[in-house]
């Protein structure tokens, strides 16, 4: 005879089954009673008590030594890890030199005399030069920098104007040196300036792959600005002898600069951008006839920062 207790536990034994005993039990047991089930003291039914069970929670699952490690499950108060989601890409703190090239041209109001054939030139605007610029900097910070600029302008003057005694013309007021040399460079102009460039942050919010970016800045610096303009070569006394020709008026001297332009980054870091820029120039000397006090020039071309 075996006795046992909640859970299977044995409690007690004694004797087998052709030998039936007494016992005593050695601790409290629970005997479970099914509804319908006669009580063989009183030879009544049992009435049937439910018994509640709970299931025990095993903190720690069994685990087999021999085997592969266990999957241990979360905690349930424990929340999925996610990764927070970048925003706009910003402009970048590790950039130190700013370049920039670009190709333009630009219109001025004329003054003085042109510079071959010596004529009195109307108060007007005139078309410059076409010019490329280059521009190398060091970016005190990433929106400021401070640049040096240089301009190299080519104009496409009459070739009579080069060398008008090769083809027979005379120069009306000058020769010798001074006329060959002011007719070898009147083809071209050039400025030199030292500058300050101030940038704008991104202007789209939006994280997107290119973006626009307005700066404007100033400086100054020395150089020769020159104007196409429509003059005559020759001898207006002698008939036949004159012909219309290109010429240039020339302002030199000091020359002071402001700039505005808008620039569209081609990448999320804003290192490579597609600009358009507006320059003002002025070249302001002690000689009146080489001043001019109005230049624009119109510049497209790209920034790098690296």
Excluded at 54 to 80: C, M, Q, W, Y
Excluded at 87 to 103: N, Q, R, V
Excluded at 246 to 262: E, H, K, Q, Y
Aim: charge should be positive; hydrophobic fraction near 40%; proline fraction near 6%.
């Amino acid at each position: 005879l075996v006795a046992y207790a909640v859970g299977d536990k044995e409690v007690a034994a004694s004797g087998n089954s052709a030998s039936m005993h007494i016992i005593q039990l050695t601790s409290a047991a629970v005997v479970k009673r099914r509804t319908g089930e006669e009580n063989p003291l009183t030879g009544g039914v049992l009435r049937r008590r439910a018994s509640r069970r709970v299931a025990a929670r095993i903190d720690h699952p069994l685990e087999n030594p021999d085997g592969p490690s266990p999957r241990r499950l979360a905690p349930e108060t424990t929340k999925p890890k996610t990764t927070p989601k970048k925003g706009p890409a910003t402009f970048g703190g590790k950039s130190y030199l700013f370049a920039s090239i670009s190709l333009g041209t630009g219109v001025g109001l004329i003054s003085g005399y042109t510079e071959v054939t010596d004529e009195k030139v109307p108060n007007s605007m005139a078309l410059g030069a076409i010019y490329t610029q280059l521009e190398l900097g060091y970016l005190i910070t990433q929106q400021f920098s401070l640049n040096f600029y240089f301009r190299l302008g080519f104009l496409p003057i009459s070739k009579e104007v080069k060398d008008p005694e090769a083809d027979g013309y005379t120069r009306p007021t000058c020769s010798g040196a001074d006329c060959d040399a002011r007719a070898a460079r009147n083809a071209r102009d050039y400025i030199g300036l030292i500058r300050v460039r101030w940038q704008s942050r991104r202007l789209l919010r939006a994280d997107l792959p290119i973006n626009l970016r307005w700066y404007l800045g100033g400086g100054v610096g020395y150089g020769a600005i020159r104007h196409l303009v429509k003059a005559r070569l020759g001898d207006p006394a002698t008939p036949g002898s004159t012909k219309d020709v290109l010429d240039t008026d020339r302002s030199m001297g000091i020359v002071p600069n402001v700039f505005a332009g808008i620039s569209l980054c081609v990448v999320r870091s804003c290192a490579v951008n597609v600009h358009f820029e507006v320059n003002y120039l002025a070249a302001i000397w002690d000689e009146t006839d080489k001043n001019t006090l109005l230049h624009l020039d119109f510049s497209l071309g790209a920034n790098f920062m690296f």
